[in-house]
Structure formats: C-alpha cells, structure tokens
C-alpha cells in the first residue's frame, strides 16, 4: 500500500455483481488474518453473505458480500479499529476492489448477529467486497454530494505548528507535507473530518475534535475516523522516508473543551 492506493480509493455503493475470483478472497482472507495495529488490540474479521444472514444495507446495489470486524470494549478499540479496518480497505483497493465504509447506513442488529457479538464486543463498521459498477446508482450520487465527498476542509484548518495558536500553511509542511495530504484524503463519518494535528519537529500530535452525536453504543465513530487518519498518515510518512512509531503520551498542549487527544507519532532518528 502507498501513497497512489489512497489517491486512487473511492467509496463504492453500486457494485456490477460479479463475485469476487476465489483467489482474490483468498488474497483478502490472509491479508485479514495478519492485519495488525499499534495498539496491539485483537480484531476478529468476518466476510459474510448478506443474503444469507439477511443483513445487508439499504445504499449498497449489486454485491451480497461484506466484510466485518469486531473487537473487545478496551481501551483504544475504536483507534484501533479504524487503524486496522482502513490497512484492509486499502488493500481490498490495490486488487482493484470496490468498497466503503458503512456504519449507520446498515441493518446492524442483523450484521451483530450475524458475527456473535457478544455484550463486551464493539463492531463499529463494515463494508461490502466487490466490483465497482460502470456507473453510479442515482442514490449513490446523490449521498455523494449530499456528504460533499469529494470535498476537504482547508489544510490550515486542521494541522497547526507547535500549539493550536499557529495554523501550519501548506507551503511550510516541509518534510510532512505528504504524509499530512494523506490525512486530508482519509474517509470520515459524514465527511467531518474530525482529525487536529500538532506538527512540532520530529513529533506529531494527533487530536480528536469531537461532533455531538457521533459516540454512542457502538463506540464513537469518530476516533474510529482518526485510527484511519492515522494509517493514512503513516503510510505517507513511510513513502517519504520517515520511520517512527506511536506513543501515547499527552504533550499537555491546551486545547479547547471539544479537543481530545489522541497519539503521538515519534520520528526515529537516523
């Protein structure tokens, strides 16, 4: 996965309805089976026959299978989720296959059955598997400008140099200036875009900048969005030769009430 995957990513709701070949799933399956996060928390993966199961979504034309994932309630699981869910959409992308992340737009108590979860396991999203049609569904147009999907918020709006006093312009992102356009193109609940960040010189600090609404028994959506925001930001910092690590160790940086932090990531020296 790189930098182009993401470029290349589009959320897809109108699938052609040819099956995925069984060596692609195979493909998919192991990739599954060791997809990992920095917060070590263990995600069970699921791909399920929506007819089967009579789950599905009401936006989704033309594919009957999706993938789901679980996780025990801890400490970082939406983080984490995010992280590990968004490295499988990525490389669902790269075998040249449709998907997109679905949360309330799904039939969730048939899906939370479907997979057995149990009343300490959050499953905070899931996605359908296929082949992108040759043309959108009307709905699927429609939700696409409805969310404005296509469209960011301005990069001195979300990322700041040393403290949230000092919008960080795009011109002076120096050696992070792709790993954070790679945030800007991460998916997030209703396009919010909930993710701050703090560039100081070889740490980065990210922020969750909360939305009412958007945290509720199914954990908050929105640190799910910044675990996606963080593996596009890491990927982006590879591509660019910069090596690190997470942490997660409060820089005590004010912020406002709404602003939550979230993790560190440290550049590691040469």
Known sequence: MNTETIENRKSVRTFNGKPVPAELMAQVRDFLHHDENPFGVPIEYFILDAKKEGAG????VGTDTYVAGKCRRQKNAEIAFGYSFEKFILFATSLGLGTVWLAGTIDRKAFERAIDLKEDEVMP??????????KRSLRDSMMRKGLKSDSRMPFAE????????????????GIWKTALDMVRLAPSATNKQ??????????????????K???????????VDLGIAMCHFEIGADQSGLKGRWIQEDPGIQTAHDTE??????????
């Open 213 to 223: 609404g958007y945290a509720n028994q199914s954990g908050d959506i929105q640190k």
């Open 125 to 134: 999203a899931v996605s359908p598997l296929g082949f992108a049609a040759a």
């Open 194 to 211: 909930p993710w701050r960040v703090i560039v100081t010189k070889d740490s980065i600090h990210f922020y969750e900048k909360k939305t």
């Open 261 to 270: 932090y979230i993790a560190t990531f440290v550049r590691e020296k040469n």
């Open 57 to 60: 979504s009401p936006v989704i």
């Open 158 to 173: 979300l990322f700041f140099r040393d403290n949230f006093q000092q919008p960080l312009e795009e011109k002076d992102a």
